[in-house]
């Protein structure tokens, strides 16, 4: 038996379609929504993780290192053992065995490299030599035996990792010869001068003492002719 549509009854099946649509509407919204903002986060957090990734580029900060050289001058005599201080001051780096130490001397012939690469350039010659350790900052140079030929002006000069050379202000070295007779260094103008001043002294001894010599032997002359009559 079929039961006649009356209007109550569509209105309640009206009612019942109008709330499920509803709620369906309102599922796929909030379902939408959480996907949409899932989605946001991952793309936010990636976005982060990216640039959270990315290296700092830092520039290498440049070498400042003092070279000095003492004492400014030096003398010393022939055979005498000789020490040219040179050391290196570094703030930024404490450690100093990766330079390169190069020792050279200026003198009236021109320019003569004695040690470079932290090895002694002239061959067969065992009388100079870097002393010290790099490492401390020193790097001092020895010369064994002086002779005159040694004398000018020696300059320690470093090389930097990066190709920056630093140089010192340079140390003057003036070599005297041995001391001969008297104590006099037997040299040719030394000998000149005191074979000058001897006949000077004796020059001037004669002049001043000719006059009385004179008066004395008249004198003497005067006497004896007196004893004599």
């Known amino acids: 038996m079929v039961r006649p549509c009356t209007s109550a009854t569509m209105s309640q099946h009206i009612g019942k379609f109008y709330r499920s649509a509803v709620s369906s509407f309102i599922f796929f919204l909030v379902v939408d929504v959480g996907v949409t903002g899932r989605g946001a986060n991952r793309e936010n957090a ?62 009236e012939k021109g320019q003569m490299d004695l040690l470079e690469k932290n090895v002694t350039m002239l061959p067969n010659n065992s009388r100079v030599f870097m002393s010290g350790d790099l490492s401390q900052g020193d790097v001092s140079l020895i010369i064994l035996n ?32 041995a001391l001969g007779l008297f104590g006099i260094e037997e040299s040719i103008g030394t000998i000149i001068g005191v074979v ?34």
């Open 46 to 107: 990636a976005a982060v993780t990216h640039v959270t990734a990315q290296p700092l580029l830092l520039t290498p900060e440049p070498w400042n290192l003092l070279v000095t050289q003492t004492p400014a001058k030096e003398k010393a005599k022939e055979g005498e053992t000789v020490v040219l201080n040179c050391h290196l001051n570094s703030p930024q780096r404490p450690s100093l065995t990766d330079l390169t130490v190069k020792w050279y001397k200026e003198d």
């Open 146 to 177: 002086v002779t005159t030929s040694d004398h000018g002006i020696y300059f320690c000069e470093v090389t930097l990792p990066d190709g920056k050379v630093v140089t010192g202000d340079g140390t003057k070295l003036r070599i005297r010869r």
């Open 196 to 229: 000058a001043a001897g006949i000077g002294g004796i020059a001037v001894l004669i002049i001043v003492l000719t006059p009385q010599l004179r008066k004395c032997i008249l004198c003497m002359g005067q006497e004896s002719c007196q004893s004599i009559a």
